[in-house]
């Protein structure tokens, strides 16, 4: 079992940039693929980006409005994932969640097992 705990968020004005990490508690998380989703007031929750497992590549996918602006990352080493946020826009303000799964990272919410509590990231224009 995996738990997972998110940091990093805060208060950026636009086109500024944030880091956000998410610890994992166990020992299986190379296993895991890796995903961020955010949500925005009043908003349906949003798959964001997702890396796989190393041994199948470490691959990485984005939707296409934060492509060329965050870039996913993971160090199994530290059991950490990260999300590097640059040229920050309002409408990127939501609390973003880590989550996990054992298959491809999709971005269907009900398709992970495992949710992190989430970390607010707020840009002002």
């Known amino acids: 079992q995996v738990q997972l705990v998110e940091s990093g968020g805060g208060l950026v004005q636009a086109g500024g940039s944030l880091r956000l990490s998410c610890a994992a508690s166990g020992h299986t998380f190379s296993s895991y693929t890796m995903v961020w989703f955010r949500q925005a007031p009043g908003k349906e929750r949003e798959f964001v980006a997702g890396?796989?497992?190393?041994?199948?590549?470490?691959?990485?996918v984005y939707i296409d409005s934060v492509k060329g602006r965050f870039t996913i990352s993971r160090d199994n080493a530290e059991n950490t994932v990260h999300l590097q946020m640059s040229s920050l826009k309002p409408e990127d303000t939501a609390v973003y969640y880590c989550a996990a799964r054992t298959g491809r990272a999709i971005p269907t919410p009900d398709a992970y097992v495992y949710w992190g509590q989430g970390t607010q990231v707020t840009v002002s224009s």
């Open positions: 890396i796989s497992v190393s041994w199948s590549g470490g691959s990485t």
